[in-house]
């Protein structure tokens, strides 16, 4: 009950501080009102109040220059975000309708799982159970069609999924969340942990049904993410279950701190032993630091950041800084108000505020397309994974917490106290 208080409390800060004084007196707050209005204008789109999912991406309103693909689906790592936002927002009804299509695709999947998520579902109302992962009509091929990736099972993705539904535990007192939660981390428990030193969770699962593919690599954004929610289940149902699965990630998080160089090894190859030290990840170096109890030292990795990652206005999601993404430039804004570093933090904001589309969504890079370094699959034989120049409600949800200084990780305002 103390946490659901402290996290009401937290909410109604929230939407005081809103709805306090003019944009004028701070970057923040103007910032915050654009994105919380854009995320509740997106839900009450859809009139009701049944379970939707949101979709991800519009089509580019950019008429200035190509756009890239097309990206239909509802994700589930952008949901759950929203969700954690709009509670931040003071949007309790909107975030209960994201809230509970996650908690209804949560209860069985398709395969007859139980606590498996899919990385996409289809946007709008919840008609169907099992909740359906994205798919569509090929008339090319004469048949229905879906996406590897969308219908597979990424850790992190789950991890973010459940930070959503304690979020909305706390903010409900409605014991089904939390349950819902604890559903989906026992998946990535009994599916993705991996005891072969550094121990930890692996990526999840990659494919189709019937040719599901082991993601054995192992992510520090992932670990960072189920910390987060192994922490927080710990502290709500207290026994050595949680706390154990909690130190593991945790633990798995801290062997990828390079002392030396002061950053994070974005995770170990496929063989789930040999750190990762090709790839560079923003979010990897942002999101330790938002943990509770981070080690100081760890809040480094902002310098190796600036240094690595910095472009005009903003940071890029790799170290070839090829463009601005403005998803992780979100992320870096909570993370420079968590460390107390308020001017840094209102100077992305500034920049944010520029980029709005016109129907309300921050878009996702600054260039039609921005590389990252990874791949789209096990099978991909070039980085061929993009961010495109589209309106994306990430990271609209990102600037959302961002400006209103909103810790996902935690539930709670940021401690600007460091």
Known sequence: MILGVRLIASVLFSALWLSAGSAAESPARQVA???????????????????LFLQSYDSSADVSSESGPTLPGAYTYDNALAVIA????????????????????????????????????????????????MGWWSDQEGRWAEDPYQVGTATGNVAWAALALLTMAEQTQDDRYRAAAARLARWAVNTTLDPRRPAGFDGGIYGYDDTPERLTWKSTEHNTDLAAVFEWLARLEPGGYWQRNAETARAFVAAQWDQASGHFWVGTTPDGVTPNRGNAGLDAQLWPP?????????????????????VSGGFDFNDDRDGIWWEGTAQAALTYRALGQTQEADRLLSKLNGQFSPDGFIWASSKVRLTTGLGLSPASTFDDFYYYRLPHLAPTAWTALAAIGWNPFTGARVDARR
């Not at 009102?33 to 379970?51: I, K, W, Y």
């Not at 949007?91 to 398709?110: G, I, Y």
Request: with cysteine.
């Open 33 to 51: 009102a654009r994105a919380c209005d854009s995320l509740l204008a997106r839900v009450n789109a859809t009139p009701g109040t049944e379970p």
């Open 86 to 133: 709009l509670v931040a927002c003071g949007h309790r009804d909107a975030a209960l309708r994201v809230a509970d299509a996650l908690l209804a695709a949560s209860e069985r999947d398709r395969s007859g799982a139980t606590g498996r998520i899919r990385n996409a579902y289809r946007p709008g109302p919840i008609t169907e159970r099992p909740v359906l992962p």
């Open 290 to 310: 938002l943990l509770s109890d981070a080690p100081e030292a760890w809040s480094a990795s902002m310098r190796y950041v600036e240094q690595h990652h910095a």
